[in-house]
């Protein structure tokens, strides 16, 4: 998404540099019209027709190199970016729940080690780091200019970190029945004094809470509470992706860091509190 808005913004920035770096009029296109008129020896023309702008190959064409090298050099550490973080957020727990701590070697249904399920705040401040890292790097690459950052930008990532802060501080202070049993079925386990004939009993019991706790997939991760697919959770997920890819817009369209009304800031601001409010009571997640 990051690297198609990059895109985006590079063919907005070849336009506006080739309208500032030619001193001759534009490239027009001509074609005909079905009108023809007469001439002096009896043949009959057509007249032209200019069409204003150039299309956007041809302003790509008349770029100088430098510019081709900074659009595409935007977009390139844009894709880089987006996805080193991807790869990151996959082959490591980055953006995942704290606990459990292992899962014992516990398996899913289809024989795969299980991994802890992702988690909501933690991906609302990678988000918000990308989207503001992203602004700053097209816009260093656009513009040369070093100081483009903004207190709004501060702000919204200090809002994805203020999130998931606070997320870590609820799940602190509160207790996951799932987890307080598998945690005791592991301890029971582990105990010298279980008979053996408890241990197969203990491990069925271990592994249905393991698959419980464990990841499903990206999206019912962050959507799903103790109750299901959850509204704050989903509302929380939309407006913070609907707001950092109309910042990103914003910043291509007009080459600097947008400030947002303070509307949408509080938007993203009850969102993030609601959701904070309803992760006190659920469990999972």
Same mark, same amino acid.
């Given at each position: 998404?990051?690297?198609?808005l990059? @895109?985006?913004?590079?063919?907005?920035?070849?336009m506006?540099?080739?309208?500032?770096?030619?001193?001759? %009029?534009?490239?027009? !296109?001509?074609?005909?019209?079905?009108?023809?008129?007469a001439?002096?020896? &009896?043949?009959?023309?057509?007249?032209p $027709?200019?069409? =204003?702008? %150039? /299309?956007?190959? @041809?302003?790509w064409?008349s770029?100088?190199?430098?510019? *081709?090298? @900074?659009?595409?050099?935007? !977009?390139?550490m844009?894709?880089?970016?987006?996805?080193?973080?991807?790869?990151?957020?996959?082959?490591?727990?980055?953006?995942?729940?704290?606990?459990?701590?292992? +899962?014992?070697? !516990?398996?899913?249904?289809? =024989? *795969?080690p299980l991994?802890?399920?992702?988690?909501?705040a933690? /991906?609302?401040?990678a988000?918000? +780091? !990308?989207?503001?890292?992203?602004?700053?790097?097209? #816009?260093?690459?656009?513009?040369?200019?070093?100081?483009?950052?903004?207190?709004?930008?501060?702000?919204?990532?200090?809002?994805?970190?203020?999130?998931?802060m606070?997320?870590?501080?609820?799940?602190?202070?509160?207790?996951?029945?799932?987890?307080?049993?598998?945690?005791?079925?592991?301890?029971?386990?582990?105990d010298?004094?279980t008979? %053996?004939?408890?241990?197969?009993?203990?491990?069925?019991?271990?592994?249905?809470l393991?698959?419980? #706790?464990? /990841?499903?997939?990206?999206?019912?991760?962050?959507?799903?509470?103790?109750?299901?697919?959850? @509204?704050h959770?989903?509302?929380?997920?939309?407006?913070t992706? $609907?707001? &950092?890819?109309?910042?990103?817009?914003?910043?291509?369209?007009?080459? *600097?860091?947008?400030?947002?009304?303070?509307? /949408?800031?509080?938007?993203?601001?009850?969102s993030?509190?609601?959701?904070? =409010?309803? *992760?006190?009571?659920?469990?999972?997640?």
């Amino acid at each position: 998404m990051t690297a198609l808005l990059a @895109l985006l913004g590079a063919g907005f920035h070849m336009m506006a540099a080739t309208a500032d770096a030619q001193t001759t %009029p534009p490239t027009t !296109v001509t074609f005909t019209t079905a009108t023809p008129t007469a001439t002096a020896g &009896g043949m009959t023309a057509v007249e032209p $027709v200019t069409a =204003g702008e %150039p /299309s956007l190959a @041809l302003a790509w064409k008349s770029l100088p190199q430098n510019q *081709k090298t @900074l659009a595409v050099g935007s !977009v390139l550490m844009l894709v880089a970016v987006t996805a080193t973080l991807l790869w990151l957020a996959m082959s490591t727990d980055m953006l995942r729940d704290n606990t459990p701590s292992t +899962f014992a070697g !516990v398996t899913s249904a289809t =024989g *795969k080690p299980l991994r802890r399920a992702f988690s909501l705040a933690q /991906s609302q401040m990678a988000w918000w +780091f !990308v989207i503001v890292l992203a602004a700053y790097l097209y #816009l260093f690459l656009v513009t040369g200019e070093l100081d483009t950052l903004t207190g709004q930008a501060l702000c919204l990532m200090g809002l994805g970190t203020g999130t998931a802060m606070g997320a870590a501080m609820v799940e602190q202070n509160k207790t996951n029945p799932i987890l307080a049993a598998y945690q005791a079925v592991l301890a029971q386990m582990a105990d010298p004094a279980t008979p %053996p004939a408890d241990l197969p009993t203990l491990t069925a019991t271990r592994d249905t809470l393991a698959r419980q #706790l464990a /990841s499903r997939d990206y999206v019912h991760d962050i959507l799903t509470d103790a109750n299901g697919i959850s @509204l704050h959770r989903f509302q929380t997920a939309v407006w913070t992706v $609907v707001i &950092g890819m109309l910042f990103l817009i914003e910043t291509v369209v007009h080459h *600097k860091m947008p400030d947002l009304d303070p509307y /949408s800031l509080g938007v993203l601001g009850i969102s993030a509190g609601t959701y904070l =409010g309803f *992760k006190i009571p659920e469990q999972p997640n």
